[in-house]
């Protein structure tokens, strides 16, 4: 039967470990929201809130610790008593309530009833002789044999501290499984009492000196199967306890005890968990099972104790309980928030990087070519500008733009310009002087048609040029950003020469041809006389046909 039970217990083991490995894909656990928000106010406690101030400012390093749900948990399984008789699995339960103080310590207070019973299959002879248990029901030592027997409740109450072992993972953020382990201090009461007798309160002298057969005892299977058709359940006779000499409560032992013990915990959700313990209890107290001491012979004066223990191993469910409260800690990984911080940076204060540029002039060293002067100007290599090539920087330049012609330059970065060929000859322009100052003739919009206030200044301009025949004149029309422009134009330089030629009767090769410049109004074309050495073209094709226009 035990084997049975402990094979079932694996076996609960194995399913639920392969529930939890199977929550956790991807290094992220499934239904896990990972670790709270560090800047979120309303989980922090009011007398923490100072330090999530300064956090927030930036004037301090760590966050504050959240406000974090409470643990409450009930929990049943197997309960077995180590003593001088053999334990027979009972059945234990209990709850508790657990608080964080940490992420890996953890407070919890925690109860526990359990009914828990031994029988021995080797008979004793001489052990018993000063157990009241017995000798008070008509067991006679040495003549007859027993096989001690117990049925104990118990009931204890601790405090434990529980240290939680894989919470602070490095390689992923969480996991569905929490391993814990446990030490903590109580106190129990127990009562324990004796099968001496049957249901007719008649002892079993008859039964258990039958049972040893003659050459030996025989094998435990048949010696179990007699007693257990041969005794009741009755449990009637109080065992053998400390009397007085102990404290009692509600008229049951008293005694302090220990614990240690391990565990694992399976998440369900962020609410519920399921949790898988082993508790070990030392009691230091020899008669949970009503016997003072293992049996040894009756000519044996070293007689020594050994205490009994009990052990709890259970399933239980804990739920969490709290509002504007984070998970238990115990759950979280506190390296949460520095890795995220590392990895994608919200609330982590970035230094501003200052680059070394020793000169001053705005470019830092690493990309500096020079150490310039103080007040230099210089371009993206940190050279000093100079902007005519003259070898003198343009802060010491006194003539910034120096024609090549004109260089090399002196230490101020002033050149000498030699006298270009014809230097000293009449260069003035007879015929600008003859011919005047030609006007300007205006378009409207986009009209290349001429207005009669154009017509009567180009019959003014005709008629001087009739007065010198030897003077030629440039007709300039301006602009040429797009086609449109550059072909209205060179339409609104050829009207004014057409017209010039048909209704004025002035030769076509007296006129140069000159649209689409710049630096002058789009809607104005100007008239000059040319100077004596100028060449230009007399006709000029439209630049785009397609779009000529007439008026």
């Not at 890795?339 to 990087?353: A, G, Q, T, V, W």
């Not at 007399?538 to 000529?548: E, F, G, I, K, M």
Request: overall charge neutral; proline content about 5%.
């Amino acid at each position: 039967m035990a084997s049975k039970k402990y094979s079932f217990l694996a076996g609960a083991m194995c399913l639920l470990a392969s529930y939890g490995f199977a929550q956790t894909t991807g290094g992220t656990t499934t239904g896990n929201v990972g670790a709270y928000d560090v800047s979120d106010s309303s989980v922090v406690p009011s007398k923490r809130m100072p330090q999530h101030t300064e956090f927030m400012n930036g004037t301090y390093n760590y966050p504050a610790k959240p406000r974090n749900q409470w643990e409450v948990g009930v929990k049943g399984g197997l309960f077995t008593v180590s003593s001088d008789v053999p334990a027979q699995l009972s059945w234990g339960a209990g709850a508790h309530i657990r608080k964080a103080l940490g992420y890996v310590f953890s407070l919890r207070l925690n109860y526990m009833y359990a009914k828990g019973k031994g029988l021995s299959y080797v008979p004793a002879t001489t052990g018993y002789k000063n157990n009241i248990a017995w000798t008070a029901n008509g067991y006679t030592a040495p003549t007859d044999q027993v096989f001690y027997n117990f049925k104990s409740t118990v009931q204890d109450l601790s405090l434990e501290g529980i240290f939680s072992l894989n919470n602070i993972r490095f390689h992923k953020s969480k996991s569905g499984l929490n391993f814990y382990a446990l030490i903590g201090a109580g106190a129990m009461i127990y009562d324990t009492y004796v099968n001496a007798l049957n249901s007719n309160g008649t002892n079993y002298v008859g039964l258990f000196n039958g049972i040893n057969a003659t050459g030996g005892y025989k094998d435990r299977g048949d010696i179990k199967d007699q007693l257990k058709n041969g005794m009741d359940d009755s449990y009637e006779t109080p065992a053998e306890n400390e009397g007085n000499r102990r404290a009692k409560l509600w008229g049951q032992t008293l005694k302090p005890v220990g614990h240690v013990g391990v565990g694992v915990a399976f998440k369900l959700s962020n609410r519920v968990n399921l949790a898988l313990e082993d508790r070990f209890t030392f009691t230091k107290d020899d008669l949970m099972d009503g016997v003072r001491w293992q049996e040894h012979p009756a000519d044996d004066p070293a007689l020594t104790r050994d205490y009994d223990a009990y052990n709890f191993a259970s399933l239980g469910l804990n739920f969490n309980l709290g509002s504007k409260s984070v998970e238990p800690l115990w759950w979280i990984n506190p390296l949460d928030y520095a890795y995220s911080e590392i990895r994608n940076p919200r609330l982590m204060r970035i230094p501003k990087p200052v680059l070394p540029d020793s000169d001053g002039d705005g470019v830092t060293d690493q990309f500096d070519q020079e150490q310039t002067p103080a007040g230099c100007p210089v371009d993206s290599h940190g050279v000093s500008r100079d902007t005519d090539g003259d070898g003198v920087p343009d802060c010491r330049d006194k003539e910034v733009v120096t024609p090549t012609y004109c260089q090399p330059v002196d230490a101020d970065g002033v050149g000498k310009c030699p006298c270009p060929e014809g230097c000293g000859k009449d260069t003035s322009n007879a015929c600008a002087t003859a011919l005047g100052a030609l006007p300007s003739v205006t378009f409207s919009g986009s009209s290349v048609a001429l207005s009669n206030d154009g017509k009567s200044m180009l019959a003014s301009v005709a008629s001087r040029m009739r007065n010198n025949p030897e003077c030629r004149v440039v007709v300039t029309g301006y602009c040429a950003s797009s086609k449109a422009e550059q072909q209205r134009s060179w339409d609104r330089v050829n009207s004014i020469i057409n017209y010039m030629v048909e209704k004025e009767g002035i030769s076509a090769d007296r006129f140069y041809f000159n649209y689409g410049q710049e630096g002058g109004d789009c809607n104005t074309v100007d008239l000059r006389a040319a100077n004596p050495d100028e060449q230009g073209q007399t006709s000029v094709p439209a630049p785009h046909p397609n779009l000529r226009k007439s008026k």
